[in-house]
């Protein structure tokens, strides 16, 4: 059991502490694992009153992010629901695979989490993906220094990025990530739908620009000929 606290104005007057059954077993590589809690959702109240949460963990054995869905029954302790843990395949450009294979890994899972209605898990677990998509573009492919890239905050790495279309594609991700993370909302009128627009957008441009330059280079060889 692990305490943990959950947060929402619209249900609760304070922040609430509560416990919760950590997964021991990861549902992907079905070893046993000190699961990593790495997000948790603000609580939801659902048509049948009864309010529930989610909480994002990693496995510590394989690395896969899943999720578990919680039901806050006003106790000190919340009561699990088990999902199967059913993986949406993401259509992602195989030159996006190659450079950032832990992009796909944690922004599949995010789709899957919100196939299954976490909308909340769906908005952190999209951000946590973009970090990975930015600063793997800049070290695989950029060649920047790895140590100082993975140091870098977010927004310090995409000002790095030299193409003002990824730039800005990667910036106004964020920005909706980090409401999808934070207490307050800035970007009130956006949600994870305009996000995951964002998001094919910079996978779009990233993956453009790995096949031009495959092109360029393809061109410079045949003319050194």
Known sequence: MEKITIKNPEYFDFSREIYIDKPNICPY??????????????????????ITFAVLFRCTVCGKYFFRAYI???TDTAISLDYEPTTLFSSVPKEIKKISPKFVDIYTQALTAE?????????????????????????????????????????????????????????????????????????????VSHMKLFISALIYFISLELVSDEAEEMIASSNSK
Not at 144 to 164: G, M, T
């Open 29 to 50: 590589c079905k070893w046993g694992t000190d699961s990593k809690i790495e997000a948790i959702s603000e609580p939801f109240k659902q048509t049948d009153g009864k």
């Open 72 to 74: 806050d029954n006003g």
């Open 115 to 191: 196939a299954h209605g976490l909308s909340d898990v769906t908005g952190m677990a999209l951000r946590k993906s973009i970090e990975f998509l930015v600063k793997d573009y800049l070290i695989n492919y950029k060649k920047l220094d790895s140590i100082a890239i993975k140091k870098d905050p977010l927004a310090r790495a995409i000002s790095k990025i030299e193409n003002p279309r990824i730039k800005n594609l990667a910036k106004v991700s964020t920005w909706l990530g980090n409401d999808e993370t934070h207490y307050e909302k800035v970007w009130k009128s956006k949600d």
